[in-house]
């Protein structure tokens, strides 16, 4: 076997390495670099040509110094020189040199690209790998531009070298990734599939990945490799540990290519064929039987080999999940890796159990290992396993175990790891409201929840409580009696003090005829919090001190002195003082009337997405959060309904920098949205609408998705601080938005950072933006959409940055809705009749009847309908003041022809609107969206 | 049943090697970073791997993707990939990577990584490409090796 000394082959390099190795300090190995890079630069300017050996040594040289983390900016054209050598030594360092200083100098690109063309067209198999390797490891544009033919060719020709075939796939696979409309598979695509065949190995363990992306991306054009895929991998896990020789490794036969391989088929649903699907299944079992098997050495990557296989293929078995009995069998293999002396597989089995919870098959196998779960959670070392177990706890929490999974999550609380506190809070509070079948035992929960973790209780939370208490009230009674009793404790947290605030506020009066907590106790209890609590609770107290005055007239002359103290009255806080000052005038000049109507009890809440489900979604990313995915309905009881209800204050509820107002728990936005008080709800925006300016809010914004429906620019989103800024164009099924970020302050947003995640029916790519933006300065980004199905899902949009210190976070949604792929038909009143008769099936047809929520002004409605894609026809309905119009929406698998129908009746104020079109979910869709427009 | 997105995005993002000290000693990126993200990276995951004792799992999540480490001597081997990627499977690509090392270098030790950090770089190519692997057979990856050796 080879064996390299150091530094062979250049002298020079490896002297000016330990030279650099023996500097004492930083400033010695400064001085010796920039020597060395002095001397560099003569010689690249010297008279006398350079041989190559000397170009290499100086442009490795080079490298060796940007290595180190200093600048270099010249000796590119030394490098791109090198690359038209004949000699590999020098070539691999230009090439290498070109890889590492990727530089979009155009000239220089140009002339790296000529170089590349003539070695790829040399026939040399290590030029032409050399070739491959720099436009794989730089994958720019302008290489997919001059390649993108090329490289197909050459992976399918007959005369390639093995070694250039596994070049040539993964080089394609990062042009494909970076610039997939420049990489048309077509005609290879049947030949490029077939590479699983190949005799050679490795061939197939690059090409794989190849056929993997493609297959995610255009599933129908590459749903051959199926029958392909399972035949080789059948091949692989029946043959002897020996069979496969050079790719046999610590006995476990080709475990990468066994992975990739049942990786690729997770791109699909099983196999339709009864003889192929019989045959993966025979391998899916021989896997899992081979688990059980004694191992063949004792070395450990042995069994991770082995592991890693049965892993990917548990993850084939929950993919399907429609094989009860290999979904059995899988989660028995994992149990038994739950209490194995590898750290390693105790973790990974943990989390793989997190998916088999939500399998129907599985779930009860899994919850069959809880006692373990548990032990896991209190005694592991590691806290990524802690956090594992934490996990599956709570994703095989069900109606029958919730009490003890809630009991023992709160327990491990006590001593939980402060990094995942927070998260396990959210978890706990999230699991006790969708389980909850007595609300008592909620409200004990979360008041727990704040007693033993209250630093970790966020808004969100005790936001929720209060949201429950106020909708439901059969737990009033209950709430306010455990809060009066929780807030007894000498030392009790501020969240306490303030769920403790809003309930007794509201609710006192239900524990009021028990004397040891008469309205005055109560008040006196709460009012001995208030100087240990900071300003927001402060107010939010204020505010339950004039409910009391409402409620519990005989505390109303308690209460005036208190506020006409000079600490409330002459408090420096100007939102304590305005509010001391006037609740003080309100409780003196008001009627009893009035003050009943402006002080009654919070409207219900309008029930939506419980916000701290959101806020955990948000934490793992979506996806992680496996439970409440088949878990939708029964949301339902507790959280369902539309998600257009106003409690704004609900959905700010993340602000990260309470504003002086945000504590009233938007009393003010919350009211008149409810619509049940109009008039409390007008004077509470009198009351209250001078106050600044709102929080952050990273709650999904969608304020302004709608608005954009029917067109195309405009300001999507602006708050104190930034203002976003929108212009998208569309052709076909392809997109591409420009979003403008304009900070409206005079300091810079530091780690500016943006990510745009999108449904699987939507295909985006994004160039990120710069971590700064200047104070007043405006950044741009483009996003470029492909549709590939029809969808509903918005694409979101996530800002963070950091402004004076403090982290903003704003979600959005991004106005990109499926009519944006309209195209514009037009059509004869003939043709129109006889196509909206041909789509007379009932699913087929939405409708949608609503009343004027603008002007029914003619002209703005022709502009909205011409905004929203299509085209509109005139004469075509007998009715003049009907509107029609038609257009086929265009996605990447098929087109939907879809007409629209809109009859205005002015008289009523109302509209009547049908859309018809060869897909149900479109017809609804589009239906949806444009009801709102009107 | 969901059809999986994941497949879609690269599957390695950067493979790094850094001694205890923190020093790098090969960074292979396979993603788009500017010069002053990769440094941050590099320290974040020297921070995050080195802290973890022998009994922990070889894997830490790490911002949105996970990183899957060895320690070997004072060398930590450290791959970034996506969640959904398969840990055992990668945690073995280092092991045979190391070994090839190993091999080419006949007892691989940091130094030689210094020294001959271009050929690493030949080294990390030969078996990983384009953020995915390419050539799993130590005999195949060597001879390659041995066969670009001996060309001047």
């Known amino acids: 076997m080879p064996a390299v000394s150091k530094g062979d082959g250049m002298r020079g390099l490896a002297v000016f390495i330990s030279d650099i190795r023996n500097c004492k300090s930083k400033e010695a190995e400064i001085k010796r670099i920039n020597k060395e890079l002095a001397n560099i630069r003569s010689k690249f300017k010297g008279d006398k040509a350079l041989d190559g050996y000397s170009k290499k040594k100086y442009v490795c040289k080079l490298l060796f110094i940007f290595l180190l983390g200093h600048d270099i900016d010249f000796g590119h054209m030394e490098a791109v020189n090198l690359l038209s050598s004949n000699k590999y030594t020098e070539k691999q360092i230009g090439y290498l040199f070109i890889s590492v200083l990727v530089n979009s100098n155009s000239e220089l690109i140009r002339l790296i690209n000529n170089a590349i063309k003539n070695d790829l067209s040399s026939r040399n198999p290590t030029f032409m790998c050399l070739a491959l390797h720099c436009i794989a490891n730089v994958g720019s544009r302008e290489m997919a531009e001059a390649f993108a033919g090329e490289i197909p060719r050459i992976l399918v020709a007959g005369d390639t070298m093995d070694s250039v075939k596994q070049s040539a796939a993964l080089c394609l696979l990062r042009l494909y990734k970076a610039s997939p409309d420049l990489v048309l598979m077509g005609e290879w695509t049947s030949r490029v599939v077939h590479l699983l065949n190949d005799q050679h190995m490795g061939v197939v363990t690059a090409a794989i990945s190849l056929i993997t992306c493609l297959s995610s991306k255009n599933p129908d054009e590459f749903k051959t490799c199926v029958s392909l895929a399972v035949s080789r991998l059948s091949r692989i896990v029946s043959s002897a540990s020996t069979d496969l020789q050079d790719y046999t490794y610590y006995f476990v036969p080709a475990p990468w290519l066994s992975c990739k391989l049942l990786r690729l088929l997770q791109c699909y649903p099983p196999p339709e064929d009864g003889a192929v699907k019989g045959r993966l299944v025979e391998c899916l079992e021989t896997i899992l039987n081979k688990a059980q098997e004694p191992p063949k050495s004792k070395k450990v990557q042995h069994s991770n080999a082995k592991n890693a296989i049965l892993f990917e293929a548990i993850s084939l078995i929950i993919h399907y999940d429609s094989e009860p009995n290999l979904l059995v069998r899988a989660c028995n293999q994992l149990g038994q890796f739950l209490q194995h002396r590898e750290t390693n597989l105790r973790y990974l089995a943990l989390e793989s159990m997190c998916t088999l919870a939500s399998s129907e098959f599985s779930h009860e196998a899994v919850k069959t290992h809880i006692e373990t779960v548990i032990n896991a959670l209190k005694t592991e070392r590691d806290v990524s396993v802690r956090q594992r177990a934490a996990d599956l706890l709570y994703a095989m929490c069900d109606r029958s175990n919730a009490k003890q999974i809630v009991a023992e999550m709160l327990s491990y609380l006590e001593t939980a790891d402060y990094s995942i506190r927070e998260e396990m809070v959210l978890k706990v509070a999230i699991l006790a409201e969708k389980y909850a079948v007595d609300y008592s035992w909620y409200v004990d929960t979360i008041l727990n929840l704040i007693r033993i973790a209250g630093d970790y209780v966020s808004e969100e939370v005790w936001y929720r409580v209060i949201q429950i208490v106020i909708n439901r009230d059969d737990v009033q009674g209950y709430a306010a009696k455990t809060v009066f009793e929780a807030l007894q404790a000498p030392a009790c947290h501020e969240n306490m003090v303030k769920v403790g605030g809003y309930i007794l506020g509201e609710f006192g009066n239900l524990i009021a005829g028990d004397p040891r907590s008469s309205p005055l106790v109560q008040f006196n209890l709460l009012h001995s919090k208030f100087h240990l609590c900071s300003v927001p609770t402060r107010a939010l107290l204020l505010s339950a001190y004039i409910k009391f005055i409402n409620l519990f007239p005989e505390t109303k002359a308690t209460i005036q002195e208190v506020l006409r103290s000079d600490s409330q009255i002459r408090n420096s806080d100007v939102e304590l003082q305005q509010r001391a000052v006037e609740y003080l005038k309100l409780s003196s000049i008001a009627s009893t009337d009035v003050l009943a109507t402006v002080l009654e009890e919070m409207p219900p809440f309008p029930e939506r997405e419980s916000s701290i489900l959101a806020k955990l979604k948000k934490k793992k990313g979506p996806g992680a959060v496996s439970v409440e995915l088949e878990d939708g309905k029964e949301r339902g009881e507790l959280n369902g309904g539309g998600d257009r209800g106003g409690d704004a204050a609900i959905a700010a509820s993340n602000a990260s920098t309470p504003s002086p107002s945000a504590d009233l728990l938007g009393l003010r936005s919350t009211a008149p949205a409810s619509g049940a008080t109009p008039s409390a709800g007008s004077l509470l925006v009198d009351v209250f609408s001078e106050a600044g300016p709102s929080a952050t809010s990273a709650g999904v914004n969608d304020d302004g998705f709608l608005r954009f429906v029917c067109k195309n620019n405009g300001v999507l989103f602006e708050n104190q601080l930034l203002q976003i800024g929108i212009k998208s164009e569309y052709r076909q099924n392809l997109g591409r938005m420009y979003l403008f970020y304009g900070n409206k302050t005079s300091v810079q947003f530091v780690s500016f950072n943006t990510t745009v995640s999108c449904p699987g029916e939507l295909f985006r790519s994004t160039k990120t933006v710069e971590p700064l933006v200047e104070g007043g300065a405006q950044v741009q980004q483009v996003i470029n959409i492909e549709c590939l199905t029809d969808f509903i899902d918005a694409p979101l949009l996530n800002i963070k940055f950091r402004y004076g210190g403090a982290l903003q976070n704003i979600s959005l949604k991004l106005p990109v809705t499926i009519n944006k792929f309209f195209q514009p038909t037009e059509m004869a009143a003939a043709d129109f009749f006889q196509r909206w008769k041909q789509l007379s099936q009932p699913q087929q047809e939405a409708q949608k009847i609503f009343k004027a929520s603008h002007g029914m002004d003619t002209e703005v409605l022709k502009a909205k309908l011409l905004g929203l894609g299509t085209a509109l026809l005139e004469n075509v309905d007998p009715n003049p003041e009907n509107y029609v119009c038609a257009g086929v929406i265009q996605t990447k698998a098929q087109q939907v022809g879809c007409l629209l129908r809109l009859e205005p009746n002015a008289q009523a104020q109302m509209y009547r609107l049908t859309l018809r079109s060869s897909k149900d979910t479109v017809s609804q869709r589009v239906c949806d969206l444009l009801a709102e427009q009107f | ?152």
């Open chain 2, 1 to 152: 049943m969901h059809i999986r997105l994941h497949t879609l995005n690269q599957s390695i993002r950067f493979i790094l090697i850094q001694n205890r000290a923190g020093k790098t000693r090969l960074a292979k990126w396979y993603m788009q970073f500017d010069d002053d993200e990769k440094q941050k990276l590099i320290e974040e995951v020297h921070a995050v791997v080195t802290v973890r004792d022998a009994k922990h799992t070889n894997f830490v999540e790490f911002r949105n993707f996970k990183i899957i480490y060895r320690r070997y001597a004072g060398l930590y081997f450290c791959i970034c990939v996506d969640v959904t990627d398969n840990n055992l499977a990668y945690l073995e690509g280092i092991h045979n990577f190391v070994e090839v090392l190993n091999e080419y270098f006949h007892n691989v030790c940091e130094l030689d990584l210094v020294f001959n950090f271009y050929k690493v770089y030949t080294v990390v190519d030969e078996m990983f490409l384009a953020g995915e692997i390419r050539e799993t057979s130590q005999t195949k990856v060597l001879k390659q090796l041995l066969m670009l050796q001996s060309l001047e």
